[in-house]
């Protein structure tokens, strides 16, 4: 037999699509030609796959060897297809019968020494085969454990070329994927150990409970960055879709953890201010992978030194916040990759980061402006909370027992409040009320009585209020009225979701 072929799956973007790997080996001088769009790393397969060929103890056939990917009109990356490429040229040179591999997807990357390591993104690959009525599939060893979280699939792991020989010469047992681990994750960090800040407390709180975007404003010191670490350990554990699609992001971007788990907690992101506009929303040469936006996912994205990124990486956050989505485009196509996170900026108020009104700032008015100014109109207009941290008194850092809530106290009352939201919002398909589009809520029976929001109208016939503001405005309210457990809000709660947006006193 001189023809063969198997499957596996490729890649692009988050899409996996699955590919039938070819092998045709004819008289003539001996070759390996490669076709269906292979990238580079592709190309370099056929060294990879005939070192690891020969040291299996296999024989290489002197032919002239075809290996194509179909469809061919799919851009094929990485070398997730070597496995595949040595079991379809094995098969064509007729030294195995590949029966046992009818249906089957396989996946691995080939050293030269016939090994099979590890390759990214086989969470969603191993969900594109299932899709596609493939329930068979061999992975690397150390990504068994990561496949086997897909329902419905029957996963075996694959440590060396020569045991999947043994395999389907000789029916040699493949390897079974471990047993996922029983217990938690550990907790992360607590909201009970921020000391005092209530205004900050209410911030994250609502923040939470609505899905809104924060900023927060203040001194060194005055616990910016402890509140927006503790933001994920209020929110509610993720679904098990939403648990799919972050855990195959970030299987994508190789960092999953080891123990072969979903990914149930929000992820939390927190590049350095020195990032580019690459690694934030996700880029690369050849094939996109996603950035800390898209990792975030479902989770929270948190700017510490905000005013320190650059302003090309700010900027480009703008689309993506709204749409909830990244679009990348390359000449070799279109990758689009989920981007729904809750934004948190934290930012001192000026280059010598004192308190505003103290008498040791050096900064001149004009200095602090600028300064801000870093952030872009549009990028804070987009932002729902903005308040600002004054400095921790003695007394409140120096109580010798904690008088804060707990994350977990303050989580349930997040749960409940965005358990209502989605019950008012499911006819709309929505869930959070930061999701809500801003005429829904101007129209009845959502719209507010006109004597709770005549200090919003004033402000936006003003412009100290742009339209869009005056709607994440109500949004918050009714986000404080969902954690106040009432069924609309009042202007109570408009005169206090004002103040978390403005900054100012409510």
Known sequence: MSYARVHCVGLVGVTGHVVQVEADLAPGLPAVVVSGLPDTALHEARDRVRAAVVNSGQRWPNRRITINLLPADLPKFGSAFDLAIAAALLGGAGEL?????????????????????????????????????????????????????????????????????????????????????????PDGPDLADVAGQSLGRRAVEVAAAGGHHLALLGPPGAGKTMLAERLPSILPELDDGAALEVTALHSIAGRL??????????????????????????????????????????????????????????????????????????????????????????????????????????CTPLARRRYLGRLSGPLLDRIDVQVTVQPVRAAELMATESTSESSAVVAARVTTARAAAAHRWRPLGLNLNAEVPGPVLRRPPWRLPLSDTAELRARLDRGSLSARGFDRVVRLAWTIADLDGRDRPGRDDVLEATGLRTGEES
């Open 97 to 185: 019968a590949l029966t046992a591999l009818d249906r089957v997807v396989l996946l691995g990357e080939l050293g030269l020494d016939g090994t099979v390591r590890p390759v990214r993104g086989v969470l969603p690959m191993v969900t594109a085969a299932v899709r596609a009525g493939l329930d068979r599939v061999v992975v690397p060893a150390e990504n068994a454990a990561e496949a086997a979280m897909i329902p419905g699939v029957r996963v075996r792991g694959v440590d060396t070329l020569h045991r999947l020989v043994g395999f389907v010469r000789d029916g040699t047992p493949l390897l079974e994927p471990p047993t996922p681990p029983t217990s938690p994750p």
């Open 257 to 362: 953890p080891a123990d072969g788990r979903l990914l149930r907690r929000p992820p939390f992101q927190a590049p350095h201010h020195t990032a580019t506009v690459a690694s934030l929303v996700g880029g690369g040469s050849g094939l996109a992978r996603p950035g800390a936006l898209s990792l975030a996912h479902r989770g929270v994205l948190f700017l510490d030194e905000a005013a320190e990124f650059g302003k090309n990486a700010l900027e480009a956050l703008r689309q993506p916040l709204e749409s909830g989505r990244v679009r990348l485009t390359r000449s070799r196509g279109g990758t689009e990759f989920p981007a729904r996170v809750q934004l948190v900026l934290a930012a001192n108020p000026c280059p010598c980061a004192k308190p505003a009104g103290d008498s040791h700032c050096e």
